[in-house]
Nanobody, 119 residues
Framework: QVQLVESGGGLVQAGGSLRLSCSAS????????MVWYRQAPGKERELVAE???????NYAASVKGRFTISRDNAKNTVYLQMTSLKPEDTGTYYC?????????????WGQGTQVTVSS
């Protein structure tokens, strides 16, 4: 069984910063891509940032230059450093990992962490 647990969300004023973490645990053999998504009320879930096992990163245009994704492979953890936050960054942030375990390779999701940016 593999689990992803996010943390670090909260309420912040516009222009502020937050750092999200997502830790994977369980019977993990290796982790491939890890991705942060977000979903605002009434909107579809959208990709925010992704990072490969080798460290190559990709960002949504709306967050490029403000957000930084990174990972610590030894800790099975991915981070999302968010700066210059805007009210439109508000939403539930989800972590997704493509993880190889003893039962095979599957995509796993965390439960989400709420980020609220006030104007």
């Amino acid at each position: 069984q593999v689990q992803l647990v996010e943390s670090g969300g909260g309420l912040v004023q516009a222009g502020g910063s937050l750092r999200l973490s997502c830790s994977a645990s369980g019977s993990i053999l290796s982790i491939n891509d890890m991705v942060w998504y977000r979903q605002a009320p009434g909107k579809e879930r959208e990709l925010v940032a992704e990072i490969t096992s080798g460290g190559w990163a990709n960002y949504a245009a709306s967050v490029k230059g403000r957000f930084t994704i990174s990972r610590d492979n030894a800790k099975n953890t991915v981070y999302l450093q968010m700066t210059s936050l805007k009210p439109e960054d508000t939403g539930t942030y989800y972590c997704n990992g493509n993880i190889r375990g003893r039962a095979g390779t599957y995509d796993y999701w965390g439960q989400g962490t709420q980020v609220t940016v006030s104007s």
